[in-house]
């Protein structure tokens, strides 16, 4: 394969909720042209736990910094999931929100502002509430303004 010929790798994040959906995931990934690396394809389902799951959670990460996008499935967001979606925007990756099926033609993209979350994610957010975390998700601040217009953000020329 020639250099002009490259695919993007992207890291598909989703929750264990969902890890019968993780063919599905690799496969919509593919026929969109990009090659996926799925962590319940990398590690399995935490590796059957014969190592700490903070092992796998840290392999997760560097797999994130050497991926070029972050995409995002299910439409509700486990605490997992949204270290990898913090981590991502830290970094300055690209993220993208998509719904979840065992089918891969039944995979779309969603609208990240309409994400919810499991419990544990409140637990773990010391009682943020939804509109909070959505906020952390698309990467701003409570309380700052939604981009509203195509160019809102962007940089004047």
């Not at 999931?81 to 690209?94: G, H, T």
């Not at 419990?119 to 939604?146: C, S, T």
């Amino acid at each position: 394969m020639t250099e002009s010929n490259s695919r993007l790798v992207v890291f598909t994040a989703q929750s264990k909720q969902y890890f019968y959906c993780r063919d599905a995931v690799c496969e919509y990934v593919l026929k969109q042209g990009m090659v996926p690396l799925n962590p319940f394809r990398v590690f399995e389902y935490f590796l059957g736990d014969r190592v700490q799951r903070d092992s796998v959670r840290s392999g997760n990460n560097e797999l994130i910094k050497v991926s070029a996008e972050l995409w995002v499935f299910g439409q509700t967001i486990a605490d997992g999931v949204l270290a990898e979606i913090l981590l991502a925007r830290a970094i300055q990756k690209p993220v993208r929100f998509f719904n979840i099926d065992a089918s891969a033609e039944k995979i779309h993209p969603i609208d990240p502002a309409t994400v919810e979350f499991e419990r544990p994610v409140y637990a773990r957010n010391r009682g943020k509430k939804v509109r909070e975390l959505r906020a952390m998700v698309l990467g701003r601040m409570p309380g700052e303004p939604e981009q509203t217009g195509l160019f809102d953000g962007a940089d004047d020329e």
